[in-house]
């Protein structure tokens, strides 16, 4: 099963920005990745998504601020987070998920679909 092991997580005012990167362990080409936040006494919620083919997706409340992508050559998923509000802070999980090498759809939100998950990367936004 893919390894995922997150990062960049820390504690920012808000407005200010974050990277968060995501590594996996296996060729990152075999996946569909994610990205969702579970904040302390609530539900966890979608992020962010992206597949293969570089079609993403976003939650409606990070639309515009933040954004993922992928580097194939280095394994690795980011999600850079910029103006940072409070109601961002929480604990960010980096999901994916294997498809067939022919399959193209675009990525999904549901946390459901996706297979692994990482241990997670704190953020913290303070006002």
């Known amino acids: 099963q893919v390894q995922l092991a997150e990062s960049g997580g820390g504690s920012v005012q808000s407005g200010g920005s974050l990277r968060l990167s995501c590594s996996v362990s296996d060729t990152y080409g075999r996946y569909y990745m994610a990205w969702f936040r579970q904040a302390p006494g609530k539900e966890r919620e979608s992020v962010a998504a992206?597949?293969?083919?570089?079609?993403?997706r976003y939650e409606e409340s990070v639309r515009g601020r933040f954004t993922i992508s992928a580097d194939n050559a280095k394994n690795m998923v980011y999600l850079e987070m910029n103006s940072l509000e409070p109601e961002d802070t929480a604990m960010y999980y980096c999901a994916a998920r294997a498809v067939n090498i022919l399959d193209s759809f675009p990525p999904t939100l549901s946390g459901a679909w996706y297979a692994s998950w990482g241990p997670g990367t704190q953020v913290t936004v303070s006002s």
């Open positions: 992206i597949n293969r083919s570089n079609i993403t």
